[in-house]
C-alpha cells in the first residue's frame, strides 16, 4: 500500500498550485478536486438545496480516489481530500446554514464510515494565506467556488480543530501568503520532509 499526502486549505489558498508545483519536482501519482466533473456543484451554487448532494458525493470521490491513490506503486498526492471535504467544508456549510443538523449529522455519518475504512493520509500539509491574498487568487480563477475570502478564518479554526487531534509529525504547517503560485520556497520543504518520513527507521529507533 503507498502512502498518502494531502495538501489542505482554504479556498483559493493555492492547494491545486501547490500539487501541479510538486508533480514538476517528484513522480506522484495525484488525484485533484475536479470541480467541473461534479454533478452538484454548480447546482449547489445557486440552490442550496443540493448541499447536502453536493457533499456526500464528494466525500465518496474522495475515498475513490485514495483507495486509487493508495493502489498505486508511487507515492500518492492528493488536492484537497475526504478530511478537507468534512471538516472544512460540510462544517463551513452547516455554519452557514446552508446544510441542517440533520444533514450535517448524516455528512458526518458517511465520513466516519470511510474514514474507519482508508487510513489517514502519512503526511497532511496545511496551506495558510492572509485574507486578501485569498481573496486575489479566488478572484482570478475560473472556477465555481461555494467558499469565499471572507470565510477563510472560521474555515481555518475548523481545520485547526481538526489537526489538534493528528499526531504534530504527520502535520505540515507553511505559510504561503508572500509566495508565488510556482511555489519555489515550499516545494523543497515538502520534499525534504518527505524524503525524511520515507525514509528507513534507523537502528535501534522505537
Given at each position: 500500500?503507498?502512502?498518502?499526502?494531502?495538501?489542505?486549505?482554504?479556498?483559493?489558498?493555492?492547494?491545486?498550485?501547490?500539487?501541479?508545483?510538486?508533480m514538476?519536482?517528484?513522480?506522484?501519482?495525484?488525484?485533484?478536486?475536479?470541480?467541473?466533473d461534479?454533478?452538484?456543484?454548480a447546482?449547489?451554487?445557486?440552490?442550496?438545496?443540493?448541499?447536502?448532494?453536493?457533499?456526500?458525493?464528494?466525500?465518496?470521490?474522495?475515498?475513490?480516489?485514495e483507495?486509487?491513490?493508495r493502489?498505486?506503486?508511487?507515492?500518492?498526492?492528493?488536492?484537497g481530500?475526504?478530511?478537507?471535504?468534512?471538516?472544512?467544508?460540510?462544517?463551513?456549510?452547516?455554519?452557514?446554514?446552508?446544510l441542517?443538523?440533520s444533514?450535517?449529522?448524516?455528512?458526518?455519518?458517511?465520513?466516519?464510515?470511510?474514514?474507519?475504512?482508508?487510513?489517514?493520509?502519512?503526511?497532511?500539509?496545511?496551506?495558510?494565506?492572509?485574507?486578501?491574498?485569498?481573496?486575489?487568487?479566488?478572484?482570478?480563477?475560473?472556477?465555481?467556488?461555494?467558499a469565499?475570502?471572507?470565510d477563510?478564518?472560521?474555515?481555518?479554526?475548523?481545520l485547526?480543530?481538526?489537526?489538534?487531534t493528528?499526531?504534530?509529525?504527520?502535520?505540515?504547517?507553511?505559510d504561503?501568503?508572500?509566495?508565488?503560485?510556482?511555489?519555489?520556497?515550499?516545494?523543497?520543504?515538502v520534499l525534504?520532509?518527505?524524503?525524511?518520513?520515507?525514509?528507513?527507521?534507523?537502528?535501534?529507533a522505537?
Open positions: 500500500m503507498s502512502k498518502l499526502i494531502d495538501v489542505v486549505g482554504a479556498s483559493g489558498v493555492g492547494k491545486t498550485a501547490l500539487v501541479r508545483a510538486l514538476k519536482a517528484y513522480l506522484f501519482e495525484a488525484a485533484y478536486e475536479s470541480h467541473a461534479r454533478p452538484f456543484q447546482l449547489f451554487k445557486n440552490d442550496s438545496r443540493y448541499a447536502l448532494a453536493n457533499q456526500i458525493d464528494y466525500m465518496l470521490l474522495r475515498a475513490e480516489q483507495k486509487r491513490l493502489s498505486s506503486p508511487q507515492l500518492g498526492l492528493i488536492d481530500g475526504l478530511d478537507l471535504d468534512f471538516h472544512g467544508f460540510t462544517r463551513l456549510f452547516h455554519r452557514r446554514c446552508l441542517t443538523d444533514e450535517f449529522d448524516l455528512c458526518q455519518r458517511v465520513y466516519s464510515f470511510l474514514r474507519e475504512l482508508l487510513p489517514r493520509p502519512e503526511l497532511i500539509i496545511h496551506l495558510r494565506a492572509d485574507e486578501i491574498t485569498v481573496a486575489r487568487r479566488l478572484s482570478t480563477r475560473d472556477r465555481i467556488n461555494i469565499n475570502a471572507e477563510t478564518a472560521v474555515f481555518n479554526s475548523f485547526d480543530e481538526w489537526l489538534a493528528i499526531p504534530p509529525e504527520h502535520v505540515l504547517e507553511l504561503v501568503s508572500n509566495e508565488t503560485l510556482a511555489y519555489e520556497r515550499s516545494v523543497p520543504i525534504s520532509r518527505i524524503q525524511r518520513f520515507l525514509a528507513p527507521p534507523s537502528p535501534g522505537i
